[in-house]
């Protein structure tokens, strides 16, 4: 069974920096598809950031040149560095794992970010 575990959320101020952190646990990290998508309330959940298992990223026009997502294979973990965060970055953070594009693949629980003006 997969799990994952995010951490690192918290409350900043706008122009400030967080860092999530999302440990998986099994034998599919190396091979998967790991990603962050959010939730603000009130609206769908969306693709925030994604890499895959050969490091090519992927990033929503919203975040490109502010966020910058990583892995490390060895300790099983995605990262998502956030800097310049604004108001509007204020949702709950979702790490995702899935093998393919078109498989909605296993969730975190889910890290609050919330940046105040």
């Known amino acids: 069974q997969v799990q994952l575990v995010e951490s690192g959320g918290g409350l900043v101020q706008a122009g400030g920096s967080l860092r999530l952190s999302c440990a998986a646990s099994?034998?599919?990290?190396?091979?998967?598809?790991m990603g962050w998508y959010r939730q603000a309330p009130g609206k769908q959940r969306e693709m925030v950031a994604r890499?895959?298992?050969?490091?090519?990223?992927n990033y929503a026009d919203s975040v490109k040149g502010r966020f910058t997502i990583s892995r490390d294979n060895a300790k099983s973990t995605v990262y998502l560095q956030m800097n310049g965060l604004k108001p509007e970055d204020t949702a709950v953070y979702y790490c995702?794992?899935?093998?393919?594009?078109?498989?909605?693949?296993?969730w975190g629980r889910g890290t609050q970010v919330t940046v105040s003006s």
């Open positions: 890499i895959f298992a050969n490091s090519i990223t």
């Open positions: 995702n794992a899935r093998p393919s594009i078109i498989n909605t693949g296993y």
């Open positions: 099994g034998s599919i990290f190396s091979t998967h598809i």
